[in-house]
């Protein structure tokens, strides 16, 4: 794992110091996917920022949560808001497949390609 880590993420490890445990499974599942180190990051940066905001790990929030979560990055109006929209969704996907989540707990939504 690289050593300089997005400042979001280093929060997450002080107020949650579990977090590296997600940190770790998600790094070990993203070299054996073959996932891009920046998509990693990205998708890291994103689940750090659900923990944060609800003081706990991606697997113990619940669909509200969540759900409450991906509105807000929707509903923000900033700039990036869709493409941090697709990364969350993207992020929890990827880390519900790395904690051999068979059982899908919430139902995430689809993210639809843009219309040209």
Avoid: W
């Amino acid at each position: 794992m690289n050593q300089i880590l997005h400042p979001v993420i280093e929060i997450a490890l002080m107020k949650l110091p579990e977090f590296k445990k997600c940190i770790t499974l998600m790094d070990e599942h993203s070299r054996i996917s073959g996932l891009s180190r920046r998509t990693f990051k990205s998708y890291t940066r994103k689940l750090a920022q659900l923990s944060l905001k609800y003081n706990k790990l991606p697997e113990f929030c619940s669909v509200e949560d969540v759900n409450t979560y991906l509105a807000g990055l929707v509903t923000n109006g900033r700039p990036h808001s869709e493409s941090d929209f697709k990364l969350a969704v993207g992020g929890l996907r990827f880390y519900r497949r790395a904690l051999g989540e068979t059982e899908v707990r919430y139902k995430l939504p689809k993210i639809r390609g843009e219309k040209r």
